[in-house]
Every structure is written in C-alpha cells, then in structure tokens.
C-alpha cells in the first residue's frame, strides 16, 4: 500500500518538473503559429512528435502507434495492448497509477481501430511533465504480469466478445471489410466470440510484440495544448527506453499494402437486420492514394439531415422519405493506403429489400450525370464542414496526426484537406460513382437472409 505521503510527493514532482523545465532546441519539421489549427512537427530522440498549442488550461496527450487489428501478429494482440494499459509498470503499480491520476484530476484512455493504438491521457497543462513520463512507462516499462492478464484483460475480453454477439451493425461492418479486405484491414476490430484466444494470447507473447509495437519507428506522440518545446523536451527525456526498431527475435509489423477483393457475406441473425454496400474509396489525407471525390460522393449519396426537421439535400435522404421503416446512411472509413466508401441500411427486412434497389438506382444516377449543380455544392460544402470539423475535434485530430506521422512522416493538416475538397469537380464526383459501379462491390447482409436480397438482385457486381 503507497503511504499518502509517498504518493503526495510524486504527485509534487510533476509541479517542480514544469517549474524547472527548460525548452530545449529541437529540430522542427514544419512551423505553426501559436492557436493555429495546425500541427507543428518534430522529433526527439528517434521519437516522431507533434504539438498544436492551443489556448487553454489543458492538454491532450496521446501515443499513436502503428499496431490496430490491421497489424497484429496474433488474434486478440490489439485487444490484449489496450487492456494492458496503464497497468502494473516496472515503477509503479496499477493502484498507484489510478491514485496519482485521479489526485492530478487527469483522465486515461486506451482504444485501438484498423490500424492504430491510442494510449492518451487528459490533464491540466502544468502537468505535462508527470503525464509524458507515464505515457512512457506503459510504452516501454509494462510488466504483463500473469494475475493482471487473467483477472483483468482476458476477462474483460471475452465479456466484449459476448456483448458483440448481438450488435448486428458492428457483425455487418466487420463482415463488409473482411470480404473487402480478407486480410489485414480486413480483420474483425474485436476478435468474435468463436475466436481460439487462449490459443494464441498470452502475457508472454504481447510482451515479446509490445517491443514491436512500440518500438520508436512504430509510433508518435501528439498533443494538443502544450508548447513544441516543452513536448520535444519531455519526450526526448521519458522514451528513451523504446527500442529504435523490433527486436530480431521479434516479428516485425506487417507492412503489406492492403488490397481490395470485393464479395459478398451473409449472416443469419434474429436481432436485426442490416445490409450495407461497400466500394473502393480513398486513403486518409496522408496517404497517397488520397481521393477527396470520394468525400464529397459520400456526402452527396448521405442518408441523414444536418437541418433539424428537414428532410436533408442527399439522395439518399430522399430515398429514406419512401421508406419511413428503413435507416440508411452513408460513411467513408479512410485508411493510410486505402478507404471503403460504406451505405449502410437498418429496418425491417422487406424495407431493406426495396430501399436497396433505390440506393443502387440512386448512385446509378450520379455516374450518369443527373445532379443538380445545387445539390453539388451543397456536397462539397458538408464534406468541407465535416472533414474540418473531425481534423478540429481533439481525439480524431490526434489520432490522424499520430497516423500520418507514422504512416508517412506527414501531419494531417485541415486546412489542407479543405481546400482539396473545394477543388472537387462535378466530373470527378461523376466518374467516381461510374468507377465503384463498374468494379466489384463489398456486400454484408445479416438478418432475415429469406427476405434480405442477394447483390445480384439489385444490380451490383460481386
């Protein structure tokens, strides 16, 4: 048990720490002026960081590294890293960690996607410092100790595996980006309740790809509310002990380059039912198969108003009028080489049936030309709103940034990605919709597979 004294004089530390701290000079890979919206770049010790200083009394702080589903070497790898967060590290305890965020009044987070690992934590800006040094810990000092494996990551596991058996949606959006992707992207973002864990999951075996994960070539830090300088010093100083690459008796991160397959999955399930069609879309702003068209198609094709009791300007949101029992949506999942524009529909299986021939006919329409210059614009003004307003959001503005660094040496920046979709073109939105129509689609049906209608039947290719 820590004694309150011992545990009050930590806490201090990270004060006298920011009080002492001396900005160091650091080689800056891009400028940004203070407030900015953009992220000013750098490195430290190996360590790829970015800062974007904005005004205010706290700060986010987050290590961003290569080692989501996409990744992993093992089933359950991405699962097991993030529940192993912030537990039991060579300095401190799980316990201790616990008290001296909670006396410091910061917030800790760990969550994975297709392709990333956020560990972050939220604190008041003067403890910067202690912060940087924790994150540090849980990079390079975890223990994976047995008791904590058992007791609180594959228990914690297997309960998300249970909860995931009836969340159709989320059965849908795996089944559409595995027969998308096979492999690799493909790869479910929670392993399912089938999957052999104890097969392939042990503390020994994260430990062993933590050193992978979490070698210096294989994240960043970005933060958003703290000084460049005082990032590039504490980083330089706390994470020091990840190794510049994976270890030879580690496997190395799979880089391969994600290919797309197209296909069709059906899952027979009684809580719901949920059809989406899949195609071909654009990697994120740092990649270099960026397409900003396919935003804007995504906004066009849409499915929900931004107008409270308007119906919408998308047309897909006219479809939805002719099919009040049917929820239909558009999205566009981007990646660091690759995207998968989605159109997902949820109601009553014979609304979904029907909704789906309009939503072809709908897209069939696009590539012929038949847009009204109105509805355009309104398209490339929501898809600027909503590319702006994600890069401004503070958790996915650090996840892309961390992304785009890792990925590609390159910070996401939105007031670049705005004016790419001003650039956007009637022609191109046209030719977009033609080129997913012409090649194959991804297509996921669960439910009621009776009523539910097979790709074919609705004019897609698989």
């Not at 300095?91 to 616990?98: E, Q, W």
């Amino acid at each position: 048990m820590i004694s309150r004294i011992s545990l009050g004089r930590n806490v201090q530390c990270a004060h006298r720490w920011q009080c002492h701290a001396q900005p160091s000079n650091r080689r800056g890979l891009a400028a940004a002026a203070s407030g900015s919206f953009s992220y000013q770049t750098g490195d430290a010790g190996g360590v790829k960081f970015a800062t974007r200083d904005l005004a205010g009394p706290t700060t986010t702080l987050a290590v961003v590294a290569k080692a989501g589903t996409r990744y992993q070497a093992l089933p359950g790898f991405a699962d097991g890293l993030e529940k192993f967060a912030f537990k039991a590290t060579q300095k401190r305890s799980a316990l201790r960690i616990t008290r001296e965020a909670e006396l410091l009044g910061g917030q800790l987070s760990a969550y994975h996607s297709r392709e990333n690992l956020i560990v972050g934590a939220k604190f008041l800006r003067d403890d910067l410092p202690y912060f940087t040094e924790l994150l540090g810990e849980v990079v390079s000092k975890t223990k994976y100790t047995h008791h904590e494996f058992d007791e609180e990551v594959l228990r914690v596991i297997k309960l998300s595996q249970k909860s995931l058996l009836a969340d159709v949606t989320a059965l849908a959006v795996n089944s559409a980006h595995g027969v998308a992707f096979h492999r690799g992207l493909g790869t479910a973002l929670h392993p399912s309740s089938s999957t052999p864990l104890t097969k392939y999951l042990t503390p020994e075996r994260l430990k062993a790809y933590s050193q992978a994960a979490y070698a210096k070539s294989n994240f960043a830090v970005v933060a958003n509310g703290a000084s460049h300088e005082n990032l590039a010093k504490w980083v330089g100083e706390f994470f020091t002990d990840s190794p510049n690459s994976a270890p030879s008796n580690v496997p190395a991160i799979d880089n391969t380059p994600s290919k797309y397959y197209g296909g069709e999955e059906r899952i027979a399930h009684d809580s719901g039912n949920v059809m989406i069609l899949a195609f071909p879309g654009s990697s994120s702003f740092t990649g270099r198969s960026y397409k900003p068209e396919i935003s804007v198609l995504a906004t066009l094709l849409g499915g929900r108003s931004s107008i409270k009791w308007s119906p919408g300007f998308s047309l897909l949101s006219r479809v939805s009028e002719n099919h009040p029992h049917v929820h239909i949506s558009t999205s566009h999942a981007a990646y660091s080489d690759s995207g998968l524009l989605c159109i997902s529909m949820t109601g009553d299986a014979g609304s979904v049936r029907e909704a789906s021939k309009s939503v072809v006919k709908a897209l069939k329409s696009i590539a012929n030309g038949e847009i009204s210059k109105e509805d355009f614009k309104k398209a490339v003004a929501s898809a600027r709103f909503n590319a702006l307003e994600s890069g401004q959001n503070i958790d996915a503005g650090l996840e892309l940034t961390g992304a785009g660094l890792v990925h590609g040496g390159k910070a996401h920046q939105i007031d670049e990605v705005g004016k790419g979709l001003e650039s956007v073109t009637e022609d191109q939105i046209r030719k977009a919709a033609k080129g997913v129509l012409d090649g194959k689609a991804s297509v996921s049906a669960v439910g009621d597979l009776f009523v539910l209608p097979f790709a074919e039947e609705i004019g897609l290719t698989v």
